[in-house]
């Protein structure tokens, strides 16, 4: 019994090194693409931070207002 991978073609030297060149790419790819899901996370934290704590201020101010009237 031979495994079935014997009968596979053996890459030549330039798939090899274009596989290698995809493999840093994508490196490169998947890196940046962390970094943007953080940065786009964070902002998105923000803007809803943001938005709760407007809210805050304004029921603040709110009763300040009818206080001194």
Known sequence: FT????????PSPL????LSFLS?????IRNGGLIFAVVA???????IL???????????RQVCEKRHT
Request: aromatic content about 14%; proline content about 6%; glycine content about 8%.
């Open 3 to 10: 495994p079935w991978t014997n009968s596979l073609p053996q």
């Open 15 to 18: 798939d090899t090194e274009v």
């Open 24 to 28: 840093q790419d994508y490196e490169t």
């Open 41 to 47: 996370f964070l902002i998105g934290l923000l803007i």
């Open 50 to 60: 943001s938005e709760y704590w407007g809210q805050e201020g304004k029921k603040e």
